[in-house]
């Protein structure tokens, strides 16, 4: 049997809502992504929602609202696709790694307490694989030192901290609506605020810094012209990618349903198996369950996490490794950043492995991974 790490909920509604996209002639920002920006905003709980073509886009803007340069100190995980310390690097700034907490594999807020610096202007915290920082003593440490809060939600579409969704608790919140996330438009993004004033500025900017509205200027309704308030970039969303996100929106629901069903059979197969440390869950919070990352506990095992990936490989099974920490990349290492600073987020790593996670992933498929799981834990357990 062949079991891909991720395929696409994508059905009949959006390949109708995109035809009609294209034929309505109107390629690039307009009106559906008006819509998508609306109904994303209520669904989230925000005030104001704006759609970019990525997430990294929206923590790079978000940054550059709020001023973030050079002499500011920017701090987040280690553990995080590198768009996330990326952008703190194009605003000029620092960033400053913290560790993980090992259950979670979320930053950990006492290590943010430790870091902070009058240099300290945000904190980037990543809602990793679905399940939600602890955003109460986050923001907490934030209003304490006059610092910005930079939610990261790339893996966050659907999350709840307690009852309120992320998109509506820090300051700013960047989503991805990347081809293997919770709500897919292909590529995409999108910002949350329920500050107006960043908001307005925010817009200007992902437009090459033209003034508010100039992106229905072909329409009938728009004007020919045009000011440059500030030099801007090229980061909006398309009409065709908004007609994916307004379909995806209504069946997330549905979507999530199909993922938690699977999500749970992995914790029930898995969690009383010595080898395996489960994905942490919490009865308070909503787990998005964008991935579902098992931890191969490698003092008992005969067999490692790389050799553990090549086996289901061959079993037909797709597999992912989320993430490789940001001091192990080249680049970083060139900066000064030490894996060995990072225990947790290292000792995490070296046995994380994700299972395929999708809206459309059969039972059989399911009971296939779970089998295959087993039976090399069984043959190489010590």
């Known amino acids: 049997m062949k079991v891909p790490f991720y395929t696409p909920y994508i059905g009949q509604e959006e390949i109708d809502e995109v035809t009609s996209a294209i034929q309505s002639n109107w390629l690039t920002k307009g009106q559906r992504t008006k819509n998508f920006e609306g109904k994303f905003a209520q669904y989230v ?21 709020l001023g973030i340069g050079e002499g500011d100190q920017v701090i987040t995980t280690p553990y995080t696709f590198a768009a996330t310390v990326n952008t703190i690097l194009h605003c000029g700034a620092e960033p400053v790694l913290v ?86 438009t292909g590529e995409g993004g999108m910002i949350t605020s329920d500050d107006e004033e960043l908001m307005n500025e925010l817009q200007v900017l992902s437009l090459h810094g033209m003034s508010k509205n100039a992106w229905n200027r072909y329409s009938d309704k728009g004007t020919w012209f045009y000011e440059i308030e500030s030099p801007g970039y090229k980061y909006n969303m398309t009409d065709i990618q908004a007609s994916l996100g307004i379909v995806q929106l209504g069946k997330l629901e549905e979507m999530q349903t199909l993922r938690r069903k699977v999500a749970h059979q992995y914790q029930t197969s898995f969690s009383e198996v010595e080898q395996l440390q489960v994905p942490h869950d919490d009865p308070k919070h909503r787990h998005a369950w964008h991935l579902y990352p098992i931890r191969l506990k490698g003092d008992t095992l005969k067999i490692g996490r790389d050799e553990f990936i090549e086996k289901l490989k061959e079993a037909g099974i797709g ?45 059989k498929q399911t009971e296939y991974v779970i089998q295959q799981v087993l039976n090399l834990v069984d043959q190489y357990k010590k």
Do not use: W
């Open 45 to 65: 709980g925000s005030k104001h929602a704006l759609g970019l073509n990525s997430c990294t886009a929206g923590l790079h803007l978000a940054q550059k609202v």
């Open 99 to 184: 560790d993980i907490d090992p259950l979670t594999m979320n930053i950990d807020p006492q290590e943010i307490e430790k870091a902070i610096t009058p240099k300290t202007k945000a904190i980037i915290p990543v809602h990793f694989a679905g399940f939600p920082c602890e955003m109460g003593m986050i923001m907490d440490i934030a209003r304490r030192h006059n610092v910005k809060v930079i939610e990261d939600a790339a893996h966050a579409v659907y999350t709840k901290y307690h009852d309120r969704l992320v998109g509506s608790i820090g300051d700013i919140t960047c989503f991805s609506f990347y081809a293997t996330k919770n709500l897919c």
């Open 319 to 363: 597999t992912s490794v989320h993430f490789i920490p940001i001091p192990i990349h080249p680049f970083y290492k060139k900066l000064g950043y030490k894996i060995a600073d990072y225990h947790h987020t290292l000792k995490a790593y070296e046995g994380v492995i994700s299972l395929p996670l999708f809206p459309g992933m059969t039972e």
